[in-house]
């Protein structure tokens, strides 16, 4: 079974924080993706990487940045946290892309509140 | 611009009949379609996929349709348990895209009352 764990499952923090969102996944997957899930705007990607210290922008990058330095881990780190990052945070990883069925794994998620 | 739209965000079905849900997207581009559902609290768990080549694919009691030229596709479920009650989300992608991203739509919450 493929597992994907997140750090945290709930996190408080202050507006200006630096907050760091583990993920690790034990099936050797090239791929791995940032999603923040907000009521009536469903999954929307932030990052993703498709190898080790690779990374490319997704659809709402801003406020936000990510460090991959080993395959099995892909981390979101928030420079400077706001208000308006106050979401659930779900990180999820695939087998490289083309013929692969590009199902998507996800870990539990992290519900994140920035005060 | 969002590619991939639900536009229920809610669906309310009696237990043992069918659910419907609906997804519509705008990339002609698009060849492969995704179900994933998630429970409170959980990640979402994919459900069924359908290729472009494909108008139907079924899983038990999961049928995806998939209507190229209304550019529409749908997930029934049949008989709906209590267990379904779960928020949905309609994904799609173009195979050999680099990275294996997926649009996802905006979800739809169905409940399933006994």
């Known amino acids: 079974d493929v597992k994907v764990t997140q750090s945290s499952r709930y996190l408080v923090k202050r507006t200006g924080e630096k907050v760091f969102l583990e993920c690790v996944q034990d099936?050797?997957?090239?791929?791995m993706f940032w999603y923040r899930q907000d009521p009536g705007l469903g999954l929307r990607l932030i990052y993703f990487?498709?190898?080790?210290?690779?990374?490319e922008k997704g659809d709402i990058p801003e406020g936000y940045s990510v460090s991959r330095e080993k395959k099995e881990r892909f981390s979101l780190i928030l420079e400077s946290a706001s208000t308006n990052q106050t979401s659930m945070y779900l990180c999820a990883s695939t087998e490289i892309g083309g013929l692969s069925t590009d199902t998507q794994y996800f870990g539990p998620g992290t519900r994140l509140t920035v005060l | 611009d969002q590619q991939v739209k639900q536009n229920s965000p809610s669906l309310s079905v009696q237990e043992g009949r069918i659910s419907i849900l609906n997804c519509d997207y705008t990339?002609?581009?698009?060849?492969?379609f995704l179900w994933y559902k998630k429970y409170p609290a959980e990640g979402p768990t994919f459900l069924i996929s359908?290729?472009?080549?494909?108008d139907k694919n079924e899983d038990g009691r999961f049928t995806v349709f998939l209507n190229k030229s209304a550019k529409h596709l749908s997930l029934h479920i049949v008989p709906s348990q209590p267990g379904d009650s779960a928020v949905y989300f309609c994904?799609?992608?173009?195979?050999?895209?680099?990275?294996?991203?997926?649009?996802f739509g905006q979800g739809t919450e169905l409940s399933v009352k006994p």
């Open positions: 099936m050797d997957h090239e791929n």
């Open positions: 994904a799609a992608t173009t195979r050999y895209n680099q990275g294996g991203k997926l649009i």
């Open positions: 990487s498709y190898d080790v210290k690779m990374k």
């Open positions: 359908i290729s472009s080549i494909k």
């Open positions: 990339n002609s581009m698009f060849d492969y």
